[in-house]
């Protein structure tokens, strides 16, 4: 199984970016599916994850201005982000996880809020 996130960029604080995963040879649907973020110098933590039955939880730092949803498509997810500030700057990471087979991990798309 291969997870694919896009959607990362440069952008002003204030704006927006739309991150998008999408998952590839997985014979299963992800119970959950989710995005973390990795700064520099910082741990790994969750941002957004989403259940198959769309139960959705954000973490303190981007509750309100992030959106997470899956795709109709299986195994994909999408992480709106508005209001963006240069604290949100991190390389993002979609996850994939099923009971039994665990986490599945895409590669990272840098997000990076500066003016």
């Known amino acids: 199984v291969q997870l694919q996130a896009s959607g990362g960029g440069l952008v002003q604080p204030g704006g927006s970016l739309r991150l998008s995963c999408a998952a590839s040879g997985s014979a299963f649907s992800f119970n959950v599916m989710a995005w973390y973020r990795q700064a520099p110098g910082k741990q790994r933590e969750l941002v957004a994850s989403i259940t198959s039955g769309r139960s959705r939880n954000y973490s303190d730092s981007v509750k309100g201005r992030f959106t997470i949803s899956r795709g109709n498509a299986k195994n994909s997810v999408y992480l709106q982000m508005n209001s963006l500030k240069p604290e949100d700057t991190a390389v993002y990471y979609c996850?994939?996880?099923?009971?039994?087979?665990?986490?599945?991990w895409g590669q990272g798309t840098q997000v990076t809020v500066s003016s």
């Open positions: 996850n994939g996880y099923q009971p039994g087979p665990g986490n599945y």
